[in-house]
C-alpha cells in the first residue's frame, strides 16, 4: 500500500491486512457517508470541517467528530442579531435501524 514517508509509525498499517480487506472495511464503515454528508452540506453554504477534534471533557483523550457544519443567514446587513446553525453530526452505518428520543 502506498504511504508517505511522513506517515508516523503508530498510523502504519499492520503487516498482514491485505489492501482488499482495508478498502471492505472502509466501505462498510460509516467514512463514505461521512464524506456525501459534508459535500452536500457544502453545497448548500455550510462551512464544513471533516474529522473536527476536540477534547473529551470528561477524560482529556482527543476525539473526533465526523462533521462539524456552521452556517449563517444574513438577511439584513444591518441587522445585529444574525441567526446561524452549527451541526455536529456522527455518520454511521449500520444493518439495524437507530431510534431517537427526543426531548
Do not use: T
Request: with cysteine.
Amino acid at each position: 500500500m502506498k504511504q508517505k514517508p511522513s506517515n508516523p509509525e503508530r498510523n502504519c498499517i499492520p503487516a498482514g491486512i491485505r489492501e482488499a480487506d482495508l478498502i471492505s472495511g472502509i466501505e462498510k464503515s460509516g467514512y463514505p457517508l461521512q464524506g456525501i454528508v459534508a459535500e452536500r452540506l457544502v453545497k448548500r453554504g455550510f462551512a464544513v470541517s471533516e474529522e473536527w477534534a476536540y477534547s473529551d471533557r470528561d477524560s482529556g483523550e482527543p476525539r473526533s467528530l465526523d462533521v462539524l457544519a456552521a452556517s449563517e443567514r444574513r438577511f439584513d446587513l444591518r441587522a445585529q442579531v444574525v441567526p446561524s446553525i452549527v451541526l455536529l453530526i456522527e455518520c454511521k452505518r449500520s444493518k439495524h435501524p437507530y431510534i431517537f428520543f427526543g426531548w
